[in-house]
């Protein structure tokens, strides 16, 4: 099977080509804009970004594509999900906590134009059971509660590298992004026999260097929400392995220290895994109900669940959007194949910036082995999707469609009366100049490339030139209402007539 992905490039130099025009554009092209029925309640599903992370699609994104869902009749409202600890410090692992960090990032009601909203409820146990018998590793998945709850889901993702997933595309955004918390656990192997945190990670309690040595010690023990670790007083650090649900919490802690080794096969299996989460979100929701629009700009190594938001590795790709979340990661995963790496970035660092090299099997992940292809790859094999796809180039919309709407009058009609107004060009100084300004300056002087060419100050003293009144429309009746501080006319010939 062959999967359309709708696409346009990164360049903009119009009004119907800004990335927001190329979105909704990509939207409508793939037909996406058939799925919303008047009525339906429409999640669209983004990343709205860790503290401190910078990368993260701008919120404009989803204010348009809601802006273009209420136009179809449809009532949307945006969403993120809690996460798993994580880290000691994370943002967003309560409804409290993701709410303080989307607003602060740019997603509130009042940006958006609808609701934002933590689709798994306060803790992140609020969410929907659902059988994926044809799943690879997982055969259940919980999803997010609202979002098994729309009648639409638009997937909207920021595509970029990912530490663990290597990389975070639209299967991403739906196998972890989608699930609840308790979902996240079940995706990230926690308690799995095998691939679990607990039973694969290597532990070399050796390395703890006893209290006096690290003046951080106690986050050993602060780090686990069930308290699974213990130093005691004789400096050796104990780890009930047994009990260890994989929240991560811990690996920030422990792998700097080197207290922790990660094993491949938990990030194999989690890799795997997402994809079979995407399914049970695609299986909660209806697959014809399901849309996915990707855009591929600011696309930094580390996924914007990390606290910063590194130089991008390869340039802006372009927009996609897709019925098919399988198809429109791999078109992105190509894309980035076939650009080159940035200069300074961390596919330089790594060598992958030559263009055919792929990027995120050393860019992405943060441990040696994992691929960009374990999970788009598991996603075809439990019929989630087709790596095989045809890229389709989208021609703008024209550019009547991407007017400022709230205002539609053209310029002399929306401003001709206000600036007669409050004038906001002072006509009355300077002989309608307007301002004290010299009348000629050596502009070639300022613009070397090795500095300027006058000295300092020496340019500063010539008087100012009346050149006589020039006719404006207007300029009688703004001469008396310009708004501004009378200025009489001996005042506005003076050099010195500046305030
Ligand atoms: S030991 Fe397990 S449960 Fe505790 S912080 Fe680490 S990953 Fe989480």
Known sequence: MTSKVY??????????????????????????DKMVNKGDVVAIKVHCGEWNSSAYLRPVYARALADRV????????????????????????????????????????????????SADGYVGTSDYRVDIPDGYILKEAYVAQAIAAADVLITLTHFKGHGMGVIGGALKNLGIGAQSKRGKFNVHMGRHPKYGAGDAMEFLPENFQGKDKDPDWTLLEDCC???LFEVTDDDELKWDRERCINCLGCMGVMNPRGIFKPNLSNFDATDAAIADGALGVVTAVGPERCGFVTVAVDVSPKCDCAG????????????????????????????????????GSLSEEVGVDAPGERKFDLAGSSIEGASEQTTINTAVV???GSREHELIHVERAGAEKFRFPLDTR????RFGKLFEKFQPFPFDRYDTRGFNRLPEVDLDAVKGHGGPTVDPHSHGDAPYHGDGVLWHPGMEEAAGHSGMNPTDS?????????D
């Not at 980035?336 to 790496?341: E, K, N, S, V, Y």
């Open 410 to 413: 053209p310029t002399r009609q």
């Open 70 to 117: 209420k136009e179809l009749g449809g009532r949307p409202f945006v969403c993120d999900t809690t996460t798993q600890t994580y880290n000691p410090y994370g943002s967003r692992a309560t409804e409290l906590d993701l709410l303080e960090t989307a607003s602060r990032n740019g997603f509130n009601a009042l940006t958006l134009n609808c609701p934002f909203i």
């Open 308 to 343: 910063f938001s590194d130089v991008p590795i390869v340039p802006h790709l372009g927009v996609f959007a897709s019925t098919d979340p399988v198809a429109i990661d791999q078109a992105c995963v190509d894309a980035a194949q076939h650009a080159p790496g940035i200069p």
């Open 382 to 384: 439990n019929g989630l």
């Open 225 to 227: 929400p069930l308290s």
């Open 7 to 32: 696409f346009m490039d990164a360049r903009s130099d119009s009004a119907d080509t800004s990335l927001i025009a190329k979105t909704l554009t990509v939207f409508d092209a793939a037909g996406l």
């Open 490 to 498: 001996e005042k506005a010939e003076s050099p010195a007539g500046d």
